[in-house]
Structure formats: structure tokens, C-alpha cells
């Protein structure tokens, strides 16, 4: 039933984010302590300890968009057409110094980075300030409500979390009546079966 509510909050629209937008992308999994010591003999030396990787779009005093991306090596082709589908090419696009974002000028009006490894998390660039925590902030908020209320999410469906987690956020300015309303809406004509659910 939750699964079936969560459906009913995701966000569909083709209104791509404009202005200032952040992007980044968060690892969301268990922690390696919790793991069997089979699970981490098999992943010893692996940097993100098999977790499934999340990629976030904000736009400064708006939406938020997040979803769940594939396992490959071949990130770059994977978000790439994922940004230019989900933000407008008029707009500014701050994100870390990530390899996977040296292409983001070649397809929107402008793009910094601040890099994190240098400890460099806000920079000031005649407007407004270069920086990614607002997303970040996001990704807290999703990772403490997985880890201390959802405690085990399998990554099977860790999208329709993060839909859930999404519509919370967009609409964090409207009272429970209004929020209620949208969601019980946003039910009409979809259906989740329970062979589709617990199908892999």
C-alpha cells in the first residue's frame, strides 16, 4: 500500500528546471560494518561499497528532481542526456569538480564548480554564489529519513523512495490539506499490481 501511495506522489512534468540549478550525486546503501563478511570480502577495495548511485537536480527556490542511476562504468553517457532533458539549456548549472560534469558548458548558458577536495565548498562569483548545498542539504534529509525511518531499502525500488522524498520536498511550502489533495490526484489512472511490485 505504501509502495502504491508513493506511486501516486511521483512528480511527472515537462517543465525542465530554469535559473540556478545544482546538480550532484549522492551513493545511497548500506554501510560496510553492516555487511556479512562474505559481502565484504567481495567488495573490499571498491570505493563506493556496491551502493547505488543517485543523481540530484535542484533549482535555487524551487523543484527538485532525483532518481536512481544504473551500475556502469559508463556514467557520462548515462547523465548527460539526463540533464539536458530535465534542465533548461538557458540556465546556470553549479556542481562539484567531478569528471562526470566537464561537459555541462557545452550544453547550458553557464556552469561552475567548487571542488570539494581542496575543501573549496563556496565560491563567490559576481552573482550569486558558486556552491552545491542545497542539494546537498537534500541528500541529508533523504539519507537520514532512509536510514532512520525506511532502516533497509533494497535498490530494487529505491526510486519510488526517492519519490516520495521528492514530492515532500516540492511541497514542503503547502499545508497537509493541499499536499493530501495533490497526492490523492495524482492516483488517477495508475495502477501497481502486486505481481509488478515484487517482480525484480
Not at 562504468?73 to 547523465?79: E, F, G, H, N, S
Not at 553557464?110 to 548545498?133: I, K, L, Q
Not at 490539506?177 to 511490485?197: I, M, S, V, W
Request: proline share 3%.
Amino acid at each position: 500500500m505504501l509502495h502504491r501511495l508513493r506511486l501516486a506522489m511521483q512528480t511527472e512534468t515537462f517543465v525542465k528546471l530554469h535559473g540556478t540549478v545544482e546538480v550532484d550525486e549522492t551513493y545511497i546503501g548500506g554501510k560496510m560494518r553492516n555487511k556479512s563478511k562474505k559481502a565484504r570480502a567481495a567488495l573490499q577495495g571498491a570505493s563506493t561499497d556496491n551502493k547505488t548511485p543517485v543523481l540530484g537536480m535542484i533549482e535555487r527556490g524551487g523543484r527538485v528532481s532525483a532518481l536512481a542511476l544504473p551500475h556502469t562504468k559508463a556514467r557520462l553517457a548515462t547523465v548527460m542526456p539526463i540533464l539536458r532533458r530535465s534542465i533548461h539549456e538557458d540556465a546556470t548549472v553549479y556542481t562539484d569538480a567531478a569528471q562526470l560534469y566537464r561537459h555541462v558548458n557545452e550544453y547550458f548558458m553557464a556552469h561552475s564548480s567548487v571542488n570539494h577536495s581542496t575543501d573549496e565548498y563556496v565560491r563567490y562569483s559576481g552573482g550569486s554564489p558558486v556552491h552545491t548545498n542545497t542539494i546537498e542539504c537534500f541528500w541529508a534529509v533523504l539519507k537520514r529519513t532512509l536510514a532512520g525511518t525506511y532502516i533497509s531499502t533494497r535498490p530494487w525500488h529505491l526510486d519510488r523512495y526517492l519519490d516520495e522524498q521528492v514530492y515532500r520536498f516540492n511541497e514542503r511550502k503547502n499545508t497537509d490539506g493541499p499536499r493530501f489533495a495533490k497526492a490523492l490526484k495524482g492516483a488517477d489512472g495508475r495502477r501497481l499490481t502486486y505481481r509488478h511490485l515484487t517482480t525484480r
